[in-house]
Nanobody, 117 residues
Framework: QVQLEESGGGLVQVGGSLRLSCAAS????????MGWFRQAPGKQREWVASIFSSGALRYGDDFVKGRFTISRDNAKNTVYLQITSLKPEDTAVYFC??????????WGQGTQVTVSS
């Protein structure tokens, strides 16, 4: 079993930056792929970025456009999502997830990001 806890969300102005954190309950990064997702009100959840157990990175659709950076700190069992140049459309609940072989099995409760204009 793996518990994930996100933090770092909040209210930020357009153009600002945030760093979201996802703390895992144990050291899993050598085996598990980690992902960040987001869900805006009234919309489906969408994938933002992943960091694989190998360390490889993948990013989602065009909205990412260099503004999102995923990273991890193995010593802290924590994955990060740095977001810059925030836009109102980035307003969403951001979730992290962990999984093996392409499936994300474990999910956090999410952290709210609200971008005000």
């Amino acid at each position: 079993q793996v518990q994930l806890e996100e933090s770092g969300g909040g209210l930020v102005q357009v153009g600002g930056s945030l760093r979201l954190s996802c703390a895992a309950s144990r050291n899993i990064f050598s085996d598990y792929n980690m992902g960040w997702f987001r869900q805006a009100p009234g919309k489906q959840r969408e994938w933002v970025a992943s960091i694989f157990s190998s360390g490889a990175l993948r990013y989602g659709d065009d909205f990412v456009k260099g503004r999102f950076t995923i990273s991890r700190d193995n010593a802290k069992n924590t994955v990060y999502l740095q977001i810059t140049s925030l836009k109102p459309e980035d307003t969403a609940v951001y979730f992290c997830a962990a999984g093996l072989y392409g499936d994300f099995t474990y999910w956090g409760q999410g952290t709210q990001v609200t971008v005000s204009s």
